[in-house]
């Protein structure tokens, strides 16, 4: 474990260096050339390579030696094989790495990880013969319901830019794009292909953008991903504002703008305002194979598809009557070919080989759970669980569940899945009696079952200990409700609770047997307040992928040292979310649909710090098996910048990790400011008894806020306190500085 952590560290430090350079001038090296090229294409074929001609392929001139382009999903696994290439055949070599989602990652709150993450799909993806990964998801978690939450990393954008940059060079630097997503504010998915979000100019800079600037300008990613809803009326695909003002014109944008599947509504629209390869369409087509209807005398793939897509035959119409697009065709094909130029697919140049579920991916499977396990609630020391324990009963069905399946595009193909209960027998082996007993059904609408629950309190009652393993859990259909689609794509949650029962069955669990830990699995948010004053322990697990069952066992018995944080707040309930206390969630009715995103920039914490509402778990909370202190804090001014310098010290028994975070607050602002903001981190690993000194650096950014008068950022001189500590809501140390 430490040799995997030090080399991950070692390769971060070197790979994610963050500097001002706009890291998208790499892209235009082979521009000479693609320009070249461009000039031999006919318009018929300029054409061709702007959109899909199946499910994940697009483009390809062979006339020209111009391959197709294959794209894959998702975020945390190259998902297995799809559309055209789906051939439904058994021990297809498509089963590969499913790795913990990204919200398990950005709770490791260690862009060292991300990097060794992005490596693992960068990695398969080549092996499998993918060009670009459609990943990482970065949206904002804006509202705990968003069935799609899991896929996305944090509530706040300063720790989603520092994750996202290492997933994007660990992915880039096998040969393969990145595809940043879902741009920009897409916050739900019910409605999704017709709300229309509206939100004030300073919460889309503060707020729902910095994460693709950062995926951009620092990450040099080399794709992005439009995404469904529109955005101040008009579709955020094709949106001239966001494609055009903002990511090619401000960021510098140099790569590949790719639709959501069937995010595309407008030819026009589209060949104006910035989409450059429009991708999905009838889905009963794209799955369908293609080549049989061309055998047996029907249309060719081209021909099937090229009505069905708005550049395709009709763009190629409207270029002919207004010869002024065709500029813009050029941009959108020199685009595509920046990319192949940059994945090896261009003059003879040879794909990196790639590795497919070695052992080494699912060593950094399991460092990414252990890692990203959040340890909520310890009274009373109940953990870690000693191994001299006789007997154990483990009691709900997501401790047997295998989730690499569900949650829609993200579905993963796991080559296996270590199951919670797996992984406690992988754990104790023979010495100590493990029970089982399922304790709720996971089913649509189900509620507490009488004789399931009276199962699991007998179980509870034999056992010295009992680890209860629930939440949330993913749909393997997700097109409809009959295997419950919770944190699933097309769909939010109806609501906050513990489903299928659970709160019942928990509370008569905890009478049967105080000493219960529960864990929780799921993508975000869920209420505990109905049992958790009553337990001693909560476990926040996430989706942990592959090697999940182990990493919850090393966590619970103390082989790993517990060190994640919550990368959102947990509402006591959902009433008290800012997108549902003060904004508008899921949406107004009407036609179109409207969202207004009254809360601002109080999104999070910035609502629960700034307005005095307790949480249940604060954003940047997450316990340990033994105290870390702060001392020391000195903070040192430059002309727009501080330098923050402080000592951390392990004052326990037992080698762990603590995230340091820090958090700037303006005293006075001619705009209201939230309370304290993220602004700096670092993950310390400390052995019993050593110190360390972290230093780090607050550049202006830090400090600044976005003036929508001026339509820039604003540092306005003044007082900012410097407050350092453990969690939003557990400040060690405050200091001060004048800029």
């Known amino acids: 474990m430490t040799s995997l952590c030090a080399a991950q560290t070692k390769s971060a430090s070197s790979k994610n260096t963050s500097t001002s350079q706009n890291k998208q001038a790499a892209l235009t090296t082979n521009d000479a050339k693609i320009n070249a090229l461009i000039k031999k294409m006919t318009l018929e074929e300029k054409v061709s390579m702007i959109h899909a001609n199946s499910a994940f392929a697009a483009g390809g001139i062979k006339r020209l030696g111009i391959p197709e382009v294959m794209t894959s999903d998702g975020p945390h696994g190259v998902r297995s094989e799809q559309g055209r290439d789906w051939k ?33 799909l960068g990695s398969e993806a080549n092996f499998r013969g993918k060009d670009i990964i459609l990943g990482p998801g970065i949206n904002i978690v804006r509202a705990p319901l968003n069935g799609r939450n899991f896929e996305y990393m944090s509530e706040d954008p300063y720790l989603i830019s520092k994750m996202v940059v290492g997933y994007i060079k660990g992915v880039q630097d096998q040969g393969v794009a990145a595809c940043v997503k879902h741009y920009a504010a897409n916050n739900q998915e019910e409605h999704r292909n017709d709300i229309d ?33 529109k955005f101040r009326g008009q579709y955020a695909t094709e949106n001239a504002y966001l494609m055009n003002t903002i990511l090619k014109g401000e960021w510098g944008f140099k790569g590949l703008v790719i639709s959501d599947w069937g995010s595309v509504h407008n030819t026009q629209d589209a060949l104006r305002n910035g989409t450059d390869l429009e991708m999905g369409t009838d889905l009963s087509l794209m799955y369908s194979n293609v080549d049989q209807s061309a055998a047996a005398g029907g249309p060719s793939a081209s021909q099937s598809l090229y009505d069905r897509f708005f550049l395709a035959d009709a763009a190629l119409e409207a270029i002919k009557k207004d010869k002024t697009l065709e500029p813009l065709l050029d941009d959108k094909v020199r685009r595509i070919l920046r990319v192949m130029y940059a994945t090896n697919m261009l003059d003879g140049a040879k794909r990196k080989p790639g590795a497919y579920n070695t052992k080494e991916h699912q060593a950094t499977a399991l460092k990414v759970a252990e890692e990203g396990i959040v340890l909520l609630k310890n009274e009373g020391n109940l953990l870690p669980l000693s191994k001299t324990v006789k007997s154990i009963a483990v009691i709900g069905q997501n401790a047997t569940r295998e989730n690499s399946l569900g949650g829609g595009s993200a579905q993963v193909k796991a080559k296996y899945e270590i199951t919670p209960l797996q992984g406690l027998k992988n754990e104790l082996g023979n010495q100590v009696n493990i029970t089982y007993a399922q304790g709720y059904k996971i089913a649509r609408n189900q509620k507490a079952d009488p004789q399931m629950i009276a199962e699991a ?71 505990v307040s109905a049992w958790a004053g009553q337990t001693k322990s ?44 003060l904004g508008e969630y899921p949406s107004t009715p009407g036609n179109p649909l409207k969202q207004t995103y009254k809360e601002d920039i109080f999104v999070g914490y910035r609502y629960f710090d700034t307005y005095n509402v307790a949480p249940q778990f604060a954003f940047g909370h997450g316990l340990s098996y033994t105290t870390f202190k702060y001392s020391g804090l000195t903070v040192t001014p430059g002309s727009k910048s501080a330098t923050v310098k402080l000592t951390v010290s392990n004052n326990g028994k037992t080698a762990g990790a603590e995230v340091v975070q820090v958090y700037v607050k303006d005293e006075k602002a001619s705009v209201k400011r939230p309370e304290k903001e993220l602004k700096g981190f670092e993950k310390v690993f400390l052995k019993p008894g050593e110190s360390k000194v972290v230093t780090l650096t607050l550049d202006q950014n830090a400090f600044q806020y976005y003036d929508e008068g001026k339509k820039q950022w604003v540092l306005e001189p003044g007082k900012f306190d410097v407050l350092v500590g453990s969690s939003s809501r557990d400040i060690r140390l405050t200091g001060n500085v004048t800029l």
């Open 197 to 229: 979000v509206n939100m004030s100019e300073r919460a889309l800079r503060e707020i729902y953008l910095p994460g693709f600037k950062a995926a951009v300008q620092q990450g040099g990613v080399y794709t992005l991903m439009g995404s469904y809803n």
């Open 88 to 120: 439904g055949v058994k021990g297809a070599n498509d089963a590969g790495t499913y790795m913990p989602t990204n919200n398990t990652l950005a709770s490791t709150w260690n862009p060292a990880l991300g990097y060794a993450y992005g490596t693992v």
């Open 538 to 581: 909560i476990v926040e697990a996430w989706y942990p992928g592959m090697e999940g069952g182990n990493a919850i066992a090393h966590v619970l018995f103390g082989d790993v040292n517990p060190s994640g944080k919550l990368p959102f707040t947990f509402p006591v309930k959902l009433e008290d979310s800012p997108a549902q206390k």
């Open 457 to 527: 309190v007998a179980a509870a009652k034999a056992a010295d200990v009992v680890v209860y393993v629930g939440g949330s859990t993913h749909g393997y259909d997700y097109t409809k409700w009959s295997d419950n689609a919770y944190d699933a794509e097309g769909f939010d949650k109806p609501d906050m609770n513990m489903p299928f029962g659970q709160d019942e069955l928990i509370q008569a669990v905890l009478k049967a047997n105080p000493n219960t830990v529960v864990v929780l699995m799921g993508g975000g948010p869920i209420d």
